[in-house]
Every structure is written in C-alpha cells, then in structure tokens.
Nanobody, 129 residues
Framework: EVQLVESGGGLVQAGGSLRLSCVVH????????IGWFRQAPGQEREGVSC????????NYSPSVEGRFAISSDNAKNTVYLQMNSLKPEDTAIYYC??????????????????????WGQGTQVTVSS
C-alpha cells in the first residue's frame, strides 16, 4: 500500500530552522523521485524542491534556493527537507509526493490528484515575524 507520511512541521521564528521528513511506504526511492510542495491559504500548491530517484539530482525553486536542502536516506526510505533562514512567507502546509521527473525549475508529479495515495497529508509550517 502506497503511503507518504510527512512530519517535522511546527512554529518557528523568522530566521529559524526546521527539518521535514517524508517517510515513504509502498515503493522505494529507487522507483520514484520525491518532491516537496507547499500551499499557503488562498494560494495554489507550488513546487519547492525535488530529488530524483536514487538521489541523483536535486532542484529548488528560486524562492528557497540557498536556504533549503533536500536529501534522502535509502535505508530508511525517507526524504528530508532541511529549511534554514525561514521567512514568514514560507508559512504553508508542506506536502511530499512521488515525482516522475525532477528537472531544473520544473517538477513532474506522478499524479496531480492531491487526494491520491502518492501525496502525503501534509505538515504545517508557521514562521512568525
């Protein structure tokens, strides 16, 4: 059964750090890449970062490049998103999902159906000013 479970969100002051985790069940990180998306209230879901299957390449949106770092642990079938120098505009629900391609400035998700099992339920990140 496919399931992606995010954790690690919380409330942090501007300039602080958080590390999000995405534990993958039902497939391995060698099968699909993983992407992190976020959605703020009233806004569309946007891609933040991705890592290709087997961790061969990583990409970031311009808004987080240099502050966020994505990594993976194949033994734990887990992908991490280290978020540093957080800003109030980073406040959102963060989701992980399986991706078909992880390209520069473009993430191709496996499915655009947010209620699909290939999307996690999300973890809330709130950055106070």
């Amino acid at each position: 059964e496919v399931q992606l479970v995010e954790s690690g969100g919380g409330l942090v002051q501007a300039g602080g750090s958080l590390r999000l985790s995405c534990v993958v069940h039902g497939f391995t990180l060698g099968d699909h890449g993983i992407g992190w998306f976020r959605q703020a209230p009233g806004q569309e879901r946007e891609g933040v970062s991705c890592i290709s299957r087997n961790g061969g390449s990583t990409n970031y949106s311009p808004s987080v490049e240099g502050r966020f770092a994505i990594s993976s642990d194949n033994a734990k079938n887990t992908v991490y998103l280290q978020m540093n120098s957080l800003k109030p505009e980073d406040t959102a629900i963060y989701y992980c999902t399986a991706v078909a391609a992880c390209g520069a400035r473009r993430i191709v998700v496996l499915t655009a159906r947010y209620d699909d099992d290939y999307w996690g339920q999300g973890t809330q990140v709130t950055v106070s000013s």
